[in-house]
C-alpha cells in the first residue's frame, strides 16, 4: 500500500460520512429511518439491494468456497440465490406490497399475531447481526496491517456502530450507490487485470486441477443440498422485505430485482474466477484471505486503495443496513408490542438507535465464534428459514386465514430445532479440519452416520411444516368440535 | 473462445460497464428523490425534528 492508497481510502470514507451525516438530518420518524417513508426509486433501489446484500461474506465467502474446490461456488453456492430471489420479485413482492409494512415480523404479526411476530422477530434478529461483514473488516485488517483477527473485529464493529446510529435507510441507501459502483468497477478491473496476469481462463484450466471445473465440485450431494436449501433464506430476506416496504411502487422492486439478479450473478462470478485465479497463482494464506492477498498482490498502486475502499465500504454498508434492521427488530418489533404498546414514534426512534449497541455487541460474540464465514453464513440463513420461511409463505399464500396456533408452532419448532441441532453438533462433535466445520460423527445401528452443522436446515425446516400442519389439523378438529357442540352459534 | 472465457468477459463488462450506467440513472433521479423526502417531517431537520418547541411558537404571532 502506497500513500496514494491511503489519501483514496481516507478520502472515500470521509465523503461516506459526510453523506450519511447529511442525509440523517431529514429524519424525524420511524418510518422515514426505517423505510426512508417508502420513497425509494428503481436505481436506488438496485444499488442498495444489490451492495447490502452482497456484503464481505458473499466476497470472501464466494472466494473461500472456489479457492478450495473451484466453479462449485457459482454453481451450487450462489447460483439457488437466483432462483430464490426470481421467485421473491414476482411472487412474494407483489403481495407484500398491498399492505403497509414496516417489517418481516409486521408480516407475521398480521397473519398469526403477536406470539408468531416475537418468534420471528428474534430469528430475524439473529439473522439480521452483521457479523458477516464484522468478520470481514478483521480479515481485511490483518491482511493489509497485520492487526490481529479479534481486534480487527472489534475495531470494525465499533466503527460500524458510530456510522449506522447517524443514517437511516434512506442515508444508508445513498451510501449504498456510491459503494456499489465502486465495488463492482474495481473487481470488474481486478478480474481483467488478474486474468492477463494468468493467461486468461485458459492459463486457469491448465493450472488447475480438472475438479476445479465440475459444477458439483467434490462436495458431497448433502452439502449441496443445504447449500441450495440455505437460497430460501431470499424469500424471507428482513433487507429484502424492507427495501420492498421502502419502493415507490411494486414496478420499481420487479426492475431492480431483475437487473440486481444480473448484476449478482456477473459479481459472483467474477468472485469464483479469483479465488480460483489465486488458487492457480499458488498463493498461500487461509482460504478467506485468497481473493484480498491475490487482488493487492495484483493490482497497481492507486487502483489498489480504490479496491480496499470498495471492500471497506461494501462492509459498512452491509453493517449499517443490517443493525438498522437488528435495532428495529429489537425496539419495533419485541419492545414495543410486548412490553409498551403506548411507546410513541419518537421514542420507539430513539430506541431503535440505542438498541444498534446491542446488536453490534452480539455481533462480535458470534464473529469469534464461527472460524469460517461461509459457516456462519449457514448457521444464519438457517435460523430464519426455519422460524419463518413456512409460515410466512403460508399466510401470504393461503386464500383462508390460517390458525395463529400453526404460525406460532411452526416458528418456535423451527427454531428450537435450528438451535438444539447447533447445540448437539457442537457439544458432540468436533472441528474438522479438512471441511472447516463441526462434525458429529456417531454410530446406530452397526451404521456409522456423520453429522455436519450445515444440515441444520435439512432438520428444522421439515419440523417447522410438520408443526404448522399438526397444529392446523388440531385446530380444524377443535373448530369442528366445537361447531358440532353448538351448531346454532356458526350457522344462526 | 471457451464458454469459460466468455462468460467471465460478460460478466466483467456487466460490473464495470453497467453499475457506471446505473448510477448515472441515479444520479439523474436523486435531486427529485431529495426533494420529496422528509416530508413527514416539521421544517426543522435532525434532531431538532419532532421535538416541542422551546417558548412561544412564532407562527402564532
Not at chain 1, 15 to 33: H, K, P, T
Not at chain 1, 286 to 312: H, K, N, S
Request: glycine share 10%; aromatic share 12%.
Amino acid at each position: 500500500m502506497t500513500a496514494l492508497d491511503y489519501i483514496i481510502i481516507a478520502a472515500y470514507l470521509v465523503g461516506m460520512v459526510a453523506i450519511g451525516v447529511v442525509l440523517s438530518r431529514r429524519i424525524g420518524s420511524f418510518r422515514e429511518f426505517f423505510v426512508a417513508a417508502g420513497h425509494l426509486t428503481t436505481p436506488l433501489l438496485v444499488c442498495t439491494l444489490v451492495s447490502t446484500y452482497y456484503g464481505l461474506d458473499v466476497l470472501f465467502g464466494g472466494s473461500e468456497v472456489a479457492y478450495q474446490e473451484g466453479v462449485v461456488a457459482w454453481f451450487g453456492y450462489t447460483r439457488p440465490y437466483y432462483v430464490a430471489i426470481l421467485l421473491a420479485a414476482l411472487l412474494v413482492a407483489p403481495r407484500l406490497k398491498r399492505h403497509d409494512f414496516l417489517s418481516l415480523p409486521d408480516v407475521a404479526d398480521h397473519y398469526y399475531g403477536r406470539g408468531t411476530r416475537a418468534v420471528v422477530a428474534v430469528a430475524c434478529f439473529l439473522y439480521a447481526l452483521p457479523l458477516l461483514s464484522i468478520m470481514g473488516i478483521g480479515i481485511l485488517l490483518d491482511v493489509l496491517l497485520g492487526v490481529p483477527f479479534v481486534w480487527g473485529v472489534l475495531v470494525g464493529a465499533g466503527i460500524s456502530l458510530a456510522y449506522t446510529v447517524l443514517g437511516g435507510l434512506l442515508a444508508d441507501a445513498f451510501t449504498d450507490t456510491v459503494q456499489f459502483a465502486l465495488m463492482c468497477v474495481t473487481l470488474g478491473i481486478a478480474c481483467a487485470l488478474v486474468l492477463r496476469v494468468q493467461g486468461g481462463m485458459d492459463g486457469l484450466q491448465a493450472a488447475l486441477p480438472a475438479e476445479f471445473f465440475r459444477p458439483g465440485g467434490t462436495y458431497p450431494p448433502s452439502v449441496l443440498l443445504v447449500f441450495a436449501a440455505s437460497a430460501l433464506s431470499a424469500l424471507v430476506e428482513p433487507a429484502f422485505y424492507q427495501r420492498i416496504f421502502a419502493a415507490i411502487n411494486y414496478r420499481a422492486v420487479l426492475i431492480a430485482l431483475l437487473l440486481g439478479i444480473a448484476l449478482w450473478a456477473a459479481y459472483d462470478w467474477v468472485t469464483t474466477v479469483l479465488g480460483m485465479a489465486a488458487a492457480a497463482r499458488g498463493i498461500e494464506a487461509e482460504p478467506r484471505y485468497a481473493l484480498l492477498t491475490l487482488t493487492l498482490d495484483v493490482l497497481p498502486a492507486g487502483l489498489r486503495g480504490l479496491f480496499v475502499a470498495g471492500v471497506l465500504a461494501t462492509a459498512m454498508s452491509t453493517i449499517d443496513s443490517y443493525l438498522l434492521i437488528a435495532g428495529g427488530n429489537l425496539a419495533y418489533d419485541l419492545y414495543r408490542p410486548l412490553v409498551r404498546p403506548d411507546m410513541d414514534d419518537r421514542a420507539v426512534l430513539r430506541l431503535t438507535r440505542s438498541m444498534t449497541a446491542a446488536a453490534a455487541a452480539a455481533s462480535v460474540c458470534f464473529a469469534l465464534f464461527f472460524r469460517t464465514v461461509v459457516s456462519a453464513w449457514i448457521f444464519m440463513s438457517t435460523v430464519l428459514i426455519a422460524a419463518a420461511l413456512v409460515p410466512l409463505l403460508a399466510g401470504l399464500f393461503s386464500r383462508r386465514p390460517q390458525p395463529a396456533a400453526a404460525g406460532l408452532a411452526s416458528s418456535l419448532t423451527g427454531l428450537g430445532v435450528a438451535l438444539l441441532f447447533y447445540v448437539l453438533i457442537h457439544v458432540n462433535g468436533r472441528y474438522d479440519e479438512e471441511w472447516a466445520t463441526q462434525i458429529w460423527t456417531f454410530e446406530l445401528g452397526g451404521r456409522v452416520f456423520e453429522l455436519w452443522q450445515e444440515h441444520a436446515v435439512l432438520f428444522a425446516l421439515p419440523a417447522s411444516a410438520l408443526a404448522f400442519l399438526t397444529a392446523r389439523l388440531l385446530a380444524a378438529r377443535a373448530r369442528a368440535r366445537t361447531i358440532a357442540a353448538a351448531p346454532e352459534a356458526y350457522h344462526g | 473462445m471457451s464458454a469459460w472465457t466468455l462468460w467471465t468477459w460478460i460478466s466483467i463488462g456487466v460490473l464495470a460497464g453497467g453499475a457506471p450506467a446505473i448510477f448515472v440513472w441515479f444520479c439523474r433521479d436523486a435531486g427529485r428523490l431529495f426533494r420529496e423526502t422528509g416530508g413527514e417531517l416539521d421544517h426543522r431537520g435532525g434532531a431538532a425534528a419532532g421535538r416541542p418547541r422551546r417558548g412561544p411558537d412564532p407562527r402564532e404571532d
